[in-house]
């Protein structure tokens, strides 16, 4: 099985969509990314407003089989999934995964949001074949060639990470998710890790690319511990723990205009040991 995986940011903000003149560059879309190998189906991670696009993309491409998972349901990150263009496919194949203990579970969850009511939709109704599968932290899964591993993340409500593995190469996907220390505390501050830090380092050793949310400056974090988001230097600090390769900085405060996050960017661009970058809507990071 040869060839690169192809990651695509469809939609990069957090907590709500942002079209406008100020995030002309970096967009204003919410969470979606879309993981490609040529052996494989695609595979999608949450489906924010981003996901419209990414959709019409699968219909153009007459893909029939598509693999999405939701990290959680809160709406930034489902707002998509109703206007995701295969759902209305006749024969096409969405096999979805959401966090939950079991797949009736996994169905019930996501059909609260599409049920005629939120979206004039009932998921029962869409002419694709959807099927469900629970995901849960711990499990591994083979989901037709893409291995994918779940994490727990910090988060009110509760999320999941994703590593998603093909041909010997890994992607991981954190959103949304707050440090596991007390503020002053934990690895980034020159203490010993956490137990929370240690899984996350062990989840993502040797990643060849790491999504991760970083909505907040630290002093940002400091003010909202509580919302579940994290901050560049927390991502840093655990990226180059696990020997990660190339982080890309993800879920932007939605009120950051393009020059603050080209500002951003350049802060980071020379970090010692480990590439980092910020995700644009529309940009491809190719792993050879």
Partial sequence: MAGPLRLTFWGVRGSIPVPGAHTVRYGGNSSCVEI????????????????RGLGQKLAREHIRHVHLLFSHLHAD????????????????QVEVGVP???????????ARYVNGTFHPTRLRDVPAA???RA???GREQTLDGWDVKAVRLNHPGGSLGYRVTAD????????DTAPFAKPGEGIEHGDPPTSFE???IDFLRGCDVVVFDTMFEYDEYIERMTWGHSYPEYAITLCRAACVQHLVLFHHLPDA???QLDARAARFADTPGLRVTLAREGETVEIA
């Fill in 77 to 92: 990150h489902v707002f998509g999934f109703p206007f995701f263009l295969p759902l209305y496919t006749p024969g096409a």
């Fill in 36 to 51: 490609r190998h040529e052996a494989l189906p695609p595979l999608v991670i949450d489906c924010g407003t981003g996901g």
């Fill in 198 to 200: 240690l899984r996350m």
């Fill in 130 to 132: 959807v099927n469900f």
């Fill in 168 to 175: 010997g190469r890994s992607i991981a996907y954190l959103s």
């Fill in 100 to 110: 939950s203990w079991s797949d009736d579970e996994a169905r019930e969850r996501l």
């Fill in 135 to 137: 995901m849960r932290a």
């Fill in 257 to 259: 205009s393009d020059d």
